[in-house]
């Protein structure tokens, strides 16, 4: 047994040694055919220049569309946040004037600002430039929605949106539509700008406004709830999300303190008469 086992041993270390030299020889050989390569030509060099010369004209150039859409959406989020803060002028003796004078306002942003968005972006490299344009995207779905929701009560939703930005591309290229996460995002955004407009309306004696307000961001609170799980990881909407619930219950805690503690004051802030009794009750003559 001894024997069979140092026979096999001996065995087996000698078909190494023997097969030692073969793999030498495989390797040197394979290190020489590797050393004689074939020197480059002038032909080879002027390719690679000429590959090299292509990426990088096409590398400048998407660096000058960056900045063009960087520009164009610097100046649609600036012209956005004067929509919306034309909306939150609305009272009740104007309403009809603000709301129209915001809807030219929008309308003057899609023509001059998100059109040159439109032109720069049309094609494939909308996806590549997105960090560029993605913040003045939420804010222009912001303030459409915005307009829509004071003038019908209903959402604006997505396919309107990206409907409406059709004219202003080439048909013959690929168009720059709003993608669904940016709409969502822009969408949270306008659940807090419901809030600051659901106070107003109350401090203004329109409480029945106000808690349409409420209904309406609370629906939209609960569907995106149900949405955002199925999302991939995204924590700028899970941020969002934490913000829209504060919406909410700021909108219900001053809708909740009306009923509950403020019926008496309500009269006097929607009153216009100076000499309206403080507390609703009439003052007693000394």
Known sequence: ?????????????????????????????????????????????????EEFTKYADYLNELNDKRERVVKASRDVTMNSKKVIFQV????????????????????????????????????ADFWKL???????????VEAATLCRFCKTGTLLNLAEINASLLPLSDQSIEPLQINVLDYLLGLSDLTGELMRLAIGRISDGEVEYAEKICRFVRDIYRELT???????????????????????VK?????????VR????????GSSDPDYPLFGVPDFES
Do not use: W
Not at 22 to 49: E, F
Not at 88 to 116: C, F, G, M, P, W
């Open 1 to 49: 047994m001894l024997y069979s086992s140092c026979r096999h041993l001996l065995s087996s270390s000698s078909l190494m040694a023997a097969t030692k030299p073969h793999r030498v020889h495989q390797i040197v050989g394979a290190s020489l055919l590797s050393s004689s390569k074939k020197p480059r030509t002038m032909a080879t060099n002027c390719i690679m220049k």
């Open 251 to 259: 909108i219900e805690n001053a809708c909740f303190s009306v009923h």
């Open 262 to 269: 403020g019926s008496e004051y309500i009269p006097l802030l």
């Open 130 to 140: 997105r960090r560029a344009y993605t913040f003045a995207v939420q804010e222009y």
């Open 226 to 248: 149900l949405l955002v799980p199925l999302m991939d990881d995204n924590s700028e909407m899970k941020k969002k999300m934490e913000t829209m619930l504060q919406s909410v």
């Open 88 to 123: 939150h002028r609305i009272s009740k003796d104007n309403k009809e004037e603000v709301l129209a004078k915001a809807e030219n306002d929008l309308a003057a942003v899609t023509d001059q600002y998100i059109s040159r968005l439109v032109k720069e972006l049309q094609g």
